[in-house]
């Protein structure tokens, strides 16, 4: 059974930061696409960021382009989110998402498994 926990979120002002984690557990993710996707009341689920099996390729949505990091550590089966400049548009439930695949996609139905998300809100 794959189990992904997703934590680090909270309530911050405009300009903050926050890290979020992601730890996958069920199988080792090392081999396999990770990624980040939000969702902000009444809209839909949208892609954040992607990082490839290695570790070594990072993709990400222009709307955090320069504020938002994506890494990995294999080692211990977490991925994290690090978010500078929050803004009030990145209010949302985050998630993170693992796809059993080594091609890097963007797409949500495209991942197999789900954490649970975690509320990150900015206020202005």
């Known amino acids: 059974q794959v189990h992904l926990v997703e934590s680090g979120g909270g309530l911050v002002q405009t300009g903050d930061s926050l890290r979020l984690s992601c730890a996958a557990s069920g199988r080792t993710f090392s081999s396999y696409v990770m990624g980040w996707f939000r969702q902000a009341p009444g809209k839909e689920r949208e892609f954040v960021a992607a990082i490839s099996w290695s570790g070594g390729n990072a993709y990400y949505a222009d709307s955090v382009k320069g504020r938002f990091t994506i890494a990995r550590d294999n080692a211990k089966n977490t991925v994290y989110l690090q978010m500078n400049s929050l803004k009030p548009e990145d209010t949302a439930v985050y998630y993170c998402?693992?796809?059993?695949?080594?091609?890097?996609?963007?797409?949500?139905?495209?991942?197999?498994?789900w954490g649970q998300g975690t509320q990150v809100t900015v206020s202005s």
């Open positions: 998402a693992v796809r059993l695949a080594r091609v890097v996609v963007f797409r949500d139905y495209e991942y197999d498994y």
